[in-house]
């Protein structure tokens, strides 16, 4: 029920905390688990206080417990662990505070913790955060590289060390952040949206070297992992050793074994790069060389052909062929005009035969009037006509003296 108050009637500082407990203590005695981020011990009290941090937020609360409780327990308890209280709400009326009272205490064992990480491992499958098909390639010469580890650690020895043996010139941004504890997550993350922001880093590393289950319990947090799958630039996850497999192997693009391994993935090696570079060399000389001869050969096979080795011999071919062809026509004009001869000689050999010269020059004679025509009767004549007698020789004029028959022999 809301609490009646007004700028005119305002309720008293001891009334709104009365209030305040009395709606926590409605809760009731609660299982809350958390981690603790820290833990103290007065020398002669019976009291003990642990800040149990929530390990996916940045929420925490204050836990009082009897020593007793931290004396029964088998392993002693430090900062970081994991751990299940059963506790009733209180609130501190003079203080305004909230704390939790405890009258037990567990501690969450290795086989639960990996309990939880298969069940979040299988949430997380079935949402498909682990698809391959999301997984990005790497750049095959990335202009930063981005790493996320221990200051100062063997990590990130490692990291830079191997690369900068492979790729002398590779340039790092390195982001150092806790990899264990309580911070380590919440670091972890900031340093990734850092790095995810920077257009000139093209991949990011994320290295951390071996230890226990809980030691790599912040690379199983379910926050971290969703930060990785989100990122728009590609991860590399090289997180202790090759038995170590924390989800975010799992959700990365690229999973190392280790942090060495984890520096031959992201730069070439510049010694196989210049060799393969020299083999890609001599594949295009020898490909070049086997081209050219080739060609040679072929140049070679033309010109060995009659027409290119000797181009005058088409010439004297077609030139004999054209005298032969000349001398031909000659002999069969000759023999043409040779047969036109000896046919003319024929046909004017006839014609003399056939000729009336011929006959003339046999003593025969043509009588012709003065107008020309052919007497060919003597009735064609009387006498005193004159005629002209045409004879081999020339002409005859002559004159009738008489016209009659030839008498009969």
Not at 126 to 155: M, N
Not at 164 to 184: K, S
Not at 220 to 233: H, I, N, Y
């Amino acid at each position: 029920m809301a609490l009646d108050t007004s700028p005119e009637k305002p309720a008293p500082v001891r009334v709104i905390s009365q209030l305040i407990g009395q709606w926590v203590a409605r809760l009731g005695p609660v299982w809350v688990e958390g981690q603790v981020a820290q833990y103290s011990r007065r020398p002669g009290t019976s009291t003990a206080f642990l800040t149990l941090r929530d390990p996916h937020a940045e929420v925490s609360l204050t836990v009082t417990c009897p020593v007793g409780l931290l004396d029964a327990l088998e392993v002693p308890l430090a900062d970081g662990a994991r751990v299940v209280v059963h506790a009733k709400p209180s609130w501190y009326f003079t203080r305004g505070t909230l704390s939790l009272a405890a009258d037990q205490l567990r501690t969450v064992g290795l086989g639960d913790l990996l309990a939880r990480i298969e069940r979040l491992r299988k949430i997380l499958a079935t949402e498909g955060v682990f698809a391959d098909a999301r997984k990005r390639p790497l750049p095959f010469l990335p202009r930063v590289v981005g790493l996320i580890c221990g200051r100062d650690s063997k990590a990130e020895h490692d990291v830079l060390e191997n690369a900068r043996r492979r790729w002398p010139g590779v340039r790092f941004r390195v982001e150092p952040v806790a990899v264990q504890g309580l911070n380590a997550v919440s670091q972890i993350m900031d340093a990734l949206r850092v790095l995810d922001r920077d257009p000139e880093v093209d991949v990011v590393i994320i290295a951390r070297g071996g230890g226990s289950v809980e030691d790599l319990l912040p690379f199983s947090d379910e926050a971290l992992v969703r930060a990785v799958a989100a990122a728009t630039t590609p991860v590399v996850s090289a997180i202790g050793h090759e038995a170590d497999a924390p989800l975010l192997d799992l959700v990365a693009d690229v999973r190392a074994s280790t942090p060495t391994d984890a520096a031959k993935r992201v730069v070439p090696d510049v010694a196989e790069e210049a060799e393969r570079v020299a083999r890609a060399r001599e594949r295009i000389r020898s490909a070049v060389r086997h081209r050219l001869d080739r060609e040679r050969h072929g140049l070679d096979s033309l010109r060995s052909r009659p027409a290119l080795a000797d181009p005058h011999h088409g010439l004297r071919l077609r030139t004999q062929e054209v005298d032969a062809l000349v001398q031909r026509a000659r002999r069969t004009v000759r023999h043409a005009l040779d047969r036109a001869a000896v046919e003319v000689d024929h046909t004017r050999a006839r014609i003399r035969a056939l000729s009336p010269a011929a006959t003339l020059e046999r003593g025969y004679a043509v009588v012709q009037k003065d107008d020309g025509t052919v007497v060919r009767q003597p009735a064609d004549v009387t006498a005193g006509d004159h005629v002209r007698l045409l004879v081999a020789g020339g002409e005859i004029a002559a004159t009738v003296d008489a016209a009659g028959e030839r008498p009969a022999p």
